[in-house]
């Protein structure tokens, strides 16, 4: 009796185990198997084999779907790779089986919930999406995302939302309206983090801004009302002011008398170097430069950032040449290229400043038009620095080549082309001269 017990025992145990070796259990049907496979692809994918490591992904993928979640991250990276590299259609099919897997095994594990792979799943579709239907489908799965995780959410998730609804947008599949909505949401969001000193969400939100601009409905009169509504919701919060600056700023709005409210409300916030320059800016666009270069000046006495105050020497120089000040201009030009020698639009600015002040040098015509040497001297070396001032350069460069002296004035003068000239006064120059044929 004791042997027929222990051996119905025996049999019972071993049904155990075989029953606890099934597809859902966590080494699948063949554990010695599914062991050494997934030993294998992992190998090969931290070495960039991802054609070779396929096979062997598979087998653990298909046969023991709650092995580890990194199935998941290793699927992910070998799928998306070899879709790039092949446009195989089944390798990105494959790839969005992966999220869903994901999400039925491990969806609970560590922060990483469902919201946060039907983000990457959404991002996924997104980066590899052809068509129309692809966006949307997209973004379908990206709102989901960002409904269940809300503050929680990635930024690349995001972006990836904005960048989605900007394409809808962009060919008609969602109204201004949806649009508008959308980047508040995001916008939002992104302002909260930054609130926290999330890191990177400055840079993010000057994406989000940008593709918010690019979209292309960001007139003042629609970013003055959509604004307004925030700024009434969050009036004393610094953070949204900023924000709310940033975008009326880049639209050009500062005319409105939201952006007086909003530089105003700054500077009794926090009297800093930014809310100080928000107010030149307003002052600015009033056209009275007096009250512009007073709070530049005090934007650069307050600020500690060396990039900073290159913009504000530089708005200085554009103030002084709008008040025909010009060695002004030169002055604050050259403090511009002392903290960033690569700023073409210095250099355009002092050449600018040195020919509308030709006529007022020297005693004659000749004396006039050869400061016009060292004014091309000046849009040559913008665009030899700044491959981004080139055609402004050249433009300038044309106009006032023309205006050159003639070679028989140099004649009679004993001044031949190539010989140096000494230009004087403010200017203080030494150029070449060259002449009209």
């Given at each position: 009796?004791?042997?027929?017990?222990?051996?119905?025992?025996?049999?019972?145990?071993?049904a155990?185990?075989?029953?606890?070796?099934?597809?859902?259990?966590?080494?699948?049907?063949?554990?010695?198997?599914?062991?050494?496979?997934a030993?294998?692809?992992?190998?090969?994918?931290?070495?960039?084999?991802?054609?070779?490591?396929?096979p062997?992904?598979?087998?653990?993928?298909?046969?023991?779907?709650?092995?580890?979640?990194n199935?998941?991250?290793?699927?992910?990276?070998?799928?998306g790779?070899?879709?790039?590299?092949?446009?195989?259609?089944?390798?990105?099919?494959?790839?969005m089986?992966?999220?869903?897997?994901?999400?039925?095994?491990?969806?609970?594990?560590r922060?990483?919930?469902?919201?946060?792979?039907?983000?990457?799943?959404?991002?996924?579709?997104?980066?590899?999406?052809?068509?129309?239907?692809?966006?949307?489908?997209?973004?379908?799965?990206?709102?989901?995302?960002?409904?269940?995780?809300?503050?929680?959410?990635?930024?690349?998730?995001?972006?990836?939302?904005?960048?989605?609804?900007?394409?809808?947008?962009?060919?008609?599949?969602?109204?201004?309206?949806?649009?508008?909505?959308?980047?508040?949401?995001?916008?939002?969001?992104t302002?909260?983090?930054?609130?926290?000193?999330?890191?990177?969400?400055?840079m993010?939100?000057?994406?989000?801004?940008?593709?918010?601009f690019?979209?292309?409905?960001?007139?003042?009169?629609?970013?003055?009302?959509?604004?307004?509504?925030?700024?009434?919701?969050?009036?004393?919060n610094?953070?949204?002011?900023?924000?709310?600056?940033?975008?009326?700023?880049?639209?050009?709005?500062?005319?409105?008398?939201?952006?007086?409210?909003?530089?105003?409300?700054?500077?009794?916030a926090?009297?800093?170097?930014?809310?100080?320059?928000?107010?030149?800016?307003m002052?600015g666009?009033?056209?009275?430069?007096?009250?512009?270069e007073?709070?530049?000046?005090?934007?650069?006495?307050?600020?500690?950032?060396?990039?900073?105050?290159?913009?504000?020497?530089?708005?200085?120089?554009?103030?002084?040449?709008?008040?025909?000040?010009?060695?002004?201009?030169?002055?604050?030009?050259?403090?511009t290229?002392?903290?960033?020698?690569?700023?073409?639009?210095?250099?355009?600015?002092?050449?600018?400043?040195?020919?509308?002040?030709?006529?007022?040098?020297?005693?004659?015509?000749?004396?006039?038009?050869?400061?016009?040497?060292?004014?091309v001297?000046?849009?040559?070396?913008?665009?030899?620095?700044?491959?981004s001032?080139a055609?402004?350069?050249?433009?300038?460069?044309?106009?006032?080549?023309?205006?050159?002296?003639?070679?028989?004035?140099g004649?009679?003068?004993?001044?031949?082309?190539?010989?140096?000239?000494?230009?004087?006064?403010?200017?203080?120059?030494?150029?070449?001269?060259?002449?009209?044929?």
């Amino acid at each position: 009796m004791k042997k027929i017990i222990a051996l119905m025992l025996g049999i019972c145990l071993f049904a155990s185990i075989a029953m606890s070796q099934t597809k859902d259990s966590k080494f699948g049907v063949d554990s010695a198997k599914t062991i050494e496979n997934a030993s294998i692809y992992t190998e090969l994918v931290k070495q960039g084999n991802y054609e070779q490591a396929l096979p062997y992904w598979r087998y653990v993928f298909l046969n023991a779907p709650a092995l580890q979640v990194n199935t998941y991250v290793y699927g992910e990276k070998l799928l998306g790779s070899l879709y790039l590299k092949t446009k195989n259609k089944g390798y990105k099919d494959t790839l969005m089986m992966v999220y869903d897997q994901r999400i039925k095994y491990f969806s609970n594990y560590r922060n990483y919930d469902r919201g946060y792979i039907l983000g990457k799943k959404g991002t996924s579709m997104l980066r590899f999406s052809e068509n129309l239907d692809d966006v949307k489908a997209a973004y379908a799965v990206l709102s989901e995302s960002f409904e269940l995780k809300g503050i929680k959410s990635f930024p690349p998730v995001i972006q990836n939302l904005l960048r989605a609804g900007s394409y809808l947008f962009e060919n008609k599949a969602m109204t201004q309206e949806e649009y508008i909505h959308l980047f508040e949401k995001c916008s939002d969001v992104t302002n909260k983090w930054i609130q926290n000193s999330r890191k990177g969400c400055d840079m993010l939100m000057n994406k989000l801004n940008a593709m918010f601009f690019d979209a292309g409905i960001a007139d003042c009169n629609v970013l003055g009302k959509m604004l307004r509504k925030k700024f009434e919701a969050n009036k004393g919060n610094v953070e949204v002011m900023k924000n709310i600056e940033s975008i009326l700023a880049r639209g050009e709005c500062q005319d409105l008398p939201l952006y007086t409210e909003i530089a105003e409300g700054l500077y009794k916030a926090e009297p800093d170097a930014h809310s100080a320059y928000v107010l030149a800016m307003m002052f600015g666009k009033r056209r009275d430069f007096d009250k512009m270069e007073k709070y530049l000046l005090e934007a650069i006495d307050k600020s500690t950032n060396d990039q900073d105050k290159a913009e504000y020497f530089i708005k200085l120089a554009y103030v002084s040449l709008s008040k025909n000040n010009f060695p002004a201009v030169k002055k604050y030009a050259l403090k511009t290229l002392q903290l960033n020698p690569k700023s073409g639009v210095a250099y355009i600015l002092i050449g600018r400043a040195y020919a509308l002040y030709s006529k007022n040098y020297g005693s004659d015509s000749f004396e006039h038009a050869s400061v016009y040497w060292a004014a091309v001297d000046k849009f040559k070396r913008a665009k030899a620095i700044d491959p981004s001032v080139a055609a402004e350069a050249n433009k300038l460069i044309s106009t006032y080549s023309a205006h050159f002296p003639s070679k028989d004035e140099g004649f009679f003068r004993e001044i031949h082309e190539g010989h140096k000239v000494k230009i004087g006064d403010w200017i203080q120059e030494t150029t070449v001269a060259h002449y009209n044929k």
